[in-house]
């Protein structure tokens, strides 16, 4: 009798998750087990595809590394043999850059609008592409209708997408799946060794539809994802006190 109960109860959440827009993944082979922590904060325990996630960035570093991060997702968890659509109102991009988290250049198709105008333009036809795989852009001044609008168009074309957010207001809201806060945190280069350590940053999953929030400490390193054990994250603050 409880399992039954419990089979009612499991058909009733998934029912309730389809008509909110999300449904349980067909494809898992894209999943990182290296992040199942993070990945049991969302439903299905799965990272939502062709949804919209918001990055909220107040400073110009916030910007960078938040750009960073989502590369290594668009690695992790698209295949990367798809196009990128990149939108910008300014090239902050360096594109051979984005091979430390192997995206070749070749295949992301950066936009720099000349308006606010053509950059809304230019962001709805690309959500609408079935033949595009993500979709980044940079945009001012979000709001719960204009994400709504994405997020409805993401639906149909299966198009999963990052919005940097700049500058929101605090109250603002959206109807994104997700929203994250991504901040930088000190590389740990091995004693006598030269140059510059492997990205590592504070992440913040701040919202999440149907899902939790969480914070994590991650470092990319060897192609992927790895969430920083208690002792990694000692190191890094004691190195950051050291320097």
Same mark, same amino acid.
């Given at each position: 009798m409880l399992q039954h109960t419990s089979d009612i109860i499991a058909s009733l959440q998934k029912e309730i998750l389809s008509l909110g827009g999300i449904k349980s993944p067909m494809d898992t082979s894209r999943q990182n087990q290296h992040l199942d922590l993070l990945q049991s904060h969302f439903p299905y325990g799965s990272f939502p595809l062709g949804a919209v996630h918001e990055f909220v960035t107040d400073k110009p570093e916030d910007l960078a590394v938040s750009c960073g991060f989502i590369s290594g997702l668009i690695t992790t968890f698209l295949q990367t043999d798809g196009i990128i659509v990149w939108i910008s109102r300014r090239q902050n991009i360096f594109p051979p850059a984005l091979q430390t988290f192997n995206i070749t250049?070749? @295949?992301?198709? =950066?936009?720099? !609008? *000349?308006?606010?105008?053509?950059?809304?333009?230019?962001? /709805?036809?690309?959500?609408?592409?079935?033949?595009?795989?993500?979709?980044?852009?940079? %945009? @001012?001044?979000?709001? =719960?209708?204009?994400?709504?609008? =994405?997020?409805?168009?993401?639906? &149909? *074309? @299966?198009?999963?997408?990052?919005?940097?957010?700049? &500058?929101?207001?605090?109250?603002?809201?959206?109807?994104?799946? #997700?929203?994250? @806060? %991504?901040? #930088?945190?000190? *590389?740990?280069?091995?004693? +006598?060794? !030269?140059?510059? +350590?492997? !990205?590592?940053? &504070?992440?913040?999953?701040?919202?999440?539809?149907? +899902?939790?929030?969480?914070?994590?400490?991650?470092?990319? $390193?060897? +192609?992927? =994802?790895?969430? $920083? /054990?208690?002792?990694?994250?000692?190191? *890094?603050?004691?190195?950051r006190k050291a320097g």
């Open positions: 250049a070749h @295949k992301v198709i =950066f936009i720099h !609008p *000349s308006s606010e105008k053509d950059t809304w333009w230019c962001i /709805e036809e690309a959500l609408g592409c079935k033949s595009v795989s993500a979709v980044v852009m940079e %945009i @001012k001044e979000v709001n =719960f209708t204009n994400s709504r609008r =994405f997020q409805l168009a993401v639906e &149909k *074309s @299966k198009v999963t997408a990052f919005i940097l957010n700049i &500058k929101p207001a605090p109250t603002q809201n959206t109807a994104c799946v #997700s929203r994250w @806060k %991504i901040s #930088s945190l000190p *590389s740990v280069l091995e004693d +006598g060794m !030269p140059g510059v +350590g492997h !990205p590592r940053w &504070k992440v913040e999953l701040q919202k999440a539809r149907n +899902g939790k929030s969480g914070v994590w400490e991650m470092e990319w $390193l060897n +192609g992927r =994802f790895h969430p $920083l /054990e208690k002792q990694e994250i000692m190191l *890094s603050k004691d190195h």
